[in-house]
């Protein structure tokens, strides 16, 4: 057991959901209890969907556990396809269904449907959502694609896009962006999956060049089946953020065998003078902690610190499948990646980073108005505020301007800092304000341990260091205090201190 308030994956039958959802003609039929069906509410409130996700729940109900639960997972399965027509279905079982084992795969086989039914095994008691949409996804391929189409010499390169699904954090956006650069490039996209592809689709992703992975956390599996199968490389780079955008280009085209240097050269970005423009010199080295899924953490952390001039104080996910590549990623800077699925865990990483900005999901979003810390989302899971109405990619040229306006939006601006740090005393920029928009109960001070004091000097010349760095001094004087034994941090211990962590 484990006591969980807040988590940050759903179940892998949400995954199986995501996928099927996203697909057009292919429906799910999922055993599972009566009130499982609170899931269709993510797709059609949080991501605000016109129509039902395409999933028939058994719902059975405790009176049910006395009868013949796995003749009801058939009649639902044979109503559903029925109803829907769909072109082809998946079938599974959710976490309570799956400790009554009635195996819907074999039932389902036993009806003799006239379309393809791919059962799922997703064992919800070890894997999550990402792990379940990257198993249907790879599943579904594995199930549908039809044997290698000899590919026609002399054709335009095309390639199929791997990775978007329902309820993707910003999915809908980024395939647009990346659609759109594949086309200026001369590439043809042959299939998109799952999100907008059909059975039939998936049939044909044999008959592209190669493949772009958009979302490896959905589609890995997918395309490293496709490699083996079907002999069609992948897309390595995640095209978030500037340089790794132009380095997925320069991928794309070596896969395509074109020149890259046309869409290159007419790169229409604007983040590239933003941050460079003398307006962000304020913004170099922030302290920013950075935490995510893994695609999305890692990409922020490159264009946090080599596009922003950020210094990276934390790095982490809640992707336990990647934990190598985001400790490495972390150890580059310095630091220790901060690998959970607990919040508690995260808040605390953060507490003790005290970064100036925080870069995370919809839970450090309530971790950092707890802490008085500004904060942008980068990563699932979140909020219906993140499935907005207006155009907002995180890749390509587009999804870096997107960026720069979100990341930098939360942060006071240069000209409020310095104000403050020049009339300490004004009632309005006075030493503990915070960021105009953060509301008065920002800029927290951590708790000090039971056995230090502060002198009232010590603490008033703590007051002239200006707000965003004040916590580090802070932390770093109590820690220097503590290891030497010393119970009252006087003036003298304080610049003590900071000679101590200047050296
Ligand atoms: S079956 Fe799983 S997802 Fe459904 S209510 Fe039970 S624990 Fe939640």
């Keep these: 057991m484990q006591l969980a308030i807040w988590t940050y994956e759903g179940p892998p039958h949400i995954g199986a959901m995501r996928v099927a959802t996203a697909m057009q003609g292919l429906h799910y039929v999922l055993h599972a209890p009566q009130g499982d069906t609170y899931a269709d509410l993510l797709f059609t409130m949080i991501e605000r969907r016109g129509a039902r996700p395409p999933v028939t729940y058994t719902t059975f109900q405790a009176r049910d556990l006395g009868g013949d639960t796995a ?4 009649s639902a399965a044979r109503d559903a396809f029925r109803r829907f027509q769909p072109q082809a279905m998946i079938v599974g079982a959710s976490c309570t269904a799956e400790l009554i084992q009635d195996d819907p795969g074999g039932l389902a086989r036993a009806l003799d449907l006239p379309i393809p039914v791919i059962p799922l095994e997703l064992p919800s008691y070890q894997k999550k959502e990402n792990w379940g949409a990257a198993e249907t996804f ?68 044999g008959e592209a060049d190669f493949n772009v992975v958009l979302y490896p956390e959905t589609a890995a599996p997918a395309a490293a089946w496709l490699a083996r199968a079907h002999a069609q490389p992948a897309t390595k780079t995640i095209p978030i953020g500037l340089n790794a955008t132009r380095e997925f280009i320069a991928e794309v085209a070596a896969l395509a065998g074109i020149d890259p240097a046309p869409v290159l050269a007419a790169e229409s970005s604007r983040s590239a003078w933003y941050s460079r423009s003398v307006d962000s010199n304020y913004l170099t080295g922030k302290r920013v902690f950075v935490f995510g899924d893994a695609t999305h953490a890692l990409a922020a952390a490159r264009v946090a610190t080599e596009e922003l001039g950020f210094t990276l104080v934390g790095l982490g996910s809640y992707a336990r499948e990647q934990a190598r590549e985001l400790r490495d990623a972390a150890k580059a800077h310095g630091i220790e990646a901060t690998i959970s699925e607990d919040y508690l865990a995260v808040e605390a990483a953060i507490q003790a980073a005290q970064p100036e900005l925080i870069l995370g999901t919809q839970m450090e979003r309530h971790t950092a108005k707890r802490l008085g810390i500004p904060c942008a989302v980068i990563s699932a899971p979140v909020h219906v505020q993140d499935y907005p109405a207006r155009y907002s990619p995180q890749m390509g040229f587009e999804g870096a301007n997107v960026l720069f306006d979100t990341w930098v939006h939360p942060l006071m601006m240069g000209l409020e800092e310095h104000l403050l740090g020049m009339f300490r005393e004004d009632f309005e920029f ?48 109590e820690r220097y205090a503590t290891e030497r034994s010393i119970g009252t941090i006087t003036l003298e211990a304080l610049y003590d201190a900071k000679a101590h962590f200047s050296r």
């Design 430 to 477: 006075q030493a503990e304000a915070a960021p105009s928009h953060l509301g008065a109960t920002a800029a927290a001070t951590p708790t000090l341990p039971a056995t230090l004091t502060w002198t009232a000097e010590a603490e008033r010349e703590l007051g002239k260091i200006p707000f965003f760095v004040r916590g580090k001094a802070r932390r770093n004087t």
């Design 71 to 74: 003749e009801l997972f058939k």
């Design 138 to 205: 790879y599943r579904l391929v594995r199930g549908l694609c039809a044997p290698p189409a000899p590919r026609p010499a002399g054709r335009a390169p095309s390639c199929n896009i791997l990775g978007p699904t329902a309820l993707g954090f910003r999915h809908r956006d980024d395939l647009r962006e990346i659609t759109g650069l594949l086309e200026r490039m001369g590439i043809a996209v042959n299939v998109t999956a799952p999100l907008g592809a059909t059975p039939a689709d998936l049939t044909r992703l």
